[in-house]
Nanobody
Framework: QVQLVESGGGLVQPGGSLRLSCAAS????????MGWYRQAPGKQRELVAR???????NYGDSVRGRFTISRDNVKNTMYLQMNSLKPEDTAVYYC?????????WGQGTQVTVSS
């Protein structure tokens, strides 16, 4: 079973940047989809960005043009570069990976955008 651990969250001012990392306990080459989701208090979990096998990338409408997702199969790590952060980006960010064997989630990392 793949374990995913997020890091890189924290408090940042509006307009600032953060880079989240998602480290996997084993090779991520078997994960045909990897993505980032977020959940704000009182709201449903939503897609932030995901990479599908073959290189297709999807972004949520609210982050397109500001966030960039990437994955490094050598380091078994996925990243989310977040620029021009807004207060409405405040949420717990979760890493997700999907393989033939299952659907895996990290424990989440808090991102707070506030002055």
């Amino acid at each position: 079973q793949v374990q995913l651990v997020e890091s890189g969250g924290g408090l940042v001012q509006p307009g600032g940047s953060l880079r989240l990392s998602c480290a996997a306990s084993e090779s991520i080459s078997s994960l045909y989809t990897m993505g980032w989701y977020r959940q704000a208090p009182g709201k449903q979990r939503e897609l932030v960005a995901r990479i599908i096998s073959g290189g297709l990338i999807n972004y949520g409408d609210s982050v397109r043009g500001r966030f960039t997702i990437s994955r490094d199969n050598v380091k078994n790590t996925m990243y989310l570069q977040m620029n021009s952060l807004k207060p409405e980006d405040t949420a717990v960010y979760y890493c997700n990976g999907v393989s033939r064997k299952g659907d895996y989630w990290g424990q989440g990392t808090q991102v707070t955008v506030s002055s």
